[in-house]
């Protein structure tokens, strides 16, 4: 059994290899190989809609966490999981694309970002895995929806500005990103397309207060949900509040930073999403 269980393991991630050897491949389970940018292969995990039919495709884009070992197949984690499922029913294709394996890397909350930024790197896989994505048998014509949680979420709002691929994105949705970067270094920014924040009042990881600052900057492409209370993570599913250390760069200072379910922000977060992504028009519609 034991030789037996190592030989899976070993087939596995040689079938991760040849995905990353072959862009636009589809390997087992769903996995992709997408053209990145500056000749990278983008490892990605594609769940079709449940109907069967082309839909609006949602990519998402994970936090400092990361998909698992770069070495194995992609492995969602319980809040991308719960999102997926719940996309997938409404019509959705979902995208799960791996910034971290596909470089070799598993996580970037307690080392920091060491040169997968969000606001340069990860911006750059979002933008060529939507101008990829767009033209798939799978997306229904108008362009995708870009969704990124913390890390990726400040990747998706850098990757709602211009200059965007023709006709490939139609909507952002960012959960609690980190905004001061870009407050900081990019005092032009604007977002290009319609673009959700959704952020924790009491954030003691990524502070709303810079996104907030942020989307004063395009007051009419941008709204922004504040919910009180909520801390990093709220839109997790039943996970209790906790304090985690060891942490890169937090607001609260000290590698310390609450996160956790808050139960009245999921609701809402439930709700706004699938609302959101239902009103946007097709990029040139």
Known sequence: MHLLRLLVVA??????C???????AVMGDGHVAIPGPNGITLRALLLPAQSGEPGVPVLAFHGCGGLGRADRPIRLPARERDWATRLTALGHPVLFVDSYGSRGRREACEGGSRGVEPE??????????????????????????????AHGGSAVISAAAPPLPEGAIRGVIAFYPGCNRLLQDAPEWQAAVPLLMLLGEADDWMAARYCQRLAGRAPANVDVVVYPGAHHGFDAANAPLRERMGLAGTSRGGGVATTGTDPAARADSLRRVPEFIAGLRPVGG
Do not use: K
């Open 11 to 16: 087939v596995l991630a040689f079938m991760g």
């Open 120 to 149: 340069t790197v990860r911006r750059a896989d979002a933008l060529a895995a939507a101008n990829w994505a767009s033209g798939q048998p799978w997306a229904e014509p108008g362009g995708v929806v870009l969704l990124g949680w």
């Open 18 to 24: 040849s995905a990353a050897a072959q862009p636009g």
